[in-house]
C-alpha cells in the first residue's frame, strides 16, 4: 500500500509543479515560482514530519510522493546555472540565497507549527 500511496503522489505532485510551470513559462517568473514550489514544499514536509499526523502510508504519499514530485530541486539548480550563463550573476545568487535561506527558515516554521499543533 505504501507504493501505491508513494506512486499516487508522486503523480500529483509532478502534475502539481508542471501545471504551475505552464502558468509561468516567462524565464523570471518560472524562476520565482520555483521558489515558491520549493519553498512551500519546505514548508508542508516540515509540518509533515514534525509528528505522526497520519499513518505511515499516506505520510510516506504526502512527503516522498507528493511533495518529492512538487519540489524542484533540479530545476532550481539548472536554473542557477542558466542565469549564470545569461550574464545574471545577480540574480542567480538572489535565487540561491533565497530558496536556500527560505526553505530552512519555511521547513523550521513548517516544523513548529507541527509539534505545536501536537
Aim: glycine content about 16%; proline content about 0%; aromatic content about 10%.
Amino acid at each position: 500500500m505504501t507504493t501505491l500511496a508513494v506512486a499516487v503522489g508522486g503523480v500529483l505532485g509532478v502534475l502539481s509543479r508542471w501545471g504551475i510551470s505552464r502558468l509561468t513559462l516567462h524565464s523570471d517568473a518560472l524562476l520565482w515560482s520555483t521558489v515558491g514550489i520549493n519553498l512551500a514544499g519546505s514548508f508542508l514536509l516540515g509540518l509533515l514530519v514534525a509528528e505522526h499526523w497520519f499513518g505511515r502510508d499516506l505520510r510516506e504519499g504526502l512527503g516522498v510522493g507528493f511533495l518529492g514530485g512538487f519540489t524542484t530541486f533540479s530545476t532550481f539548480s539548472v536554473q542557477v546555472v542558466l542565469e549564470v550563463e545569461g550574464g545574471r550573476a545577480g540574480l542567480a545568487l538572489t535565487y540561491v540565497l533565497v530558496s536556500v535561506l527560505g526553505g530552512i527558515a519555511a521547513a523550521t516554521a513548517g516544523y513548529a507549527l507541527g509539534r505545536s499543533l501536537a
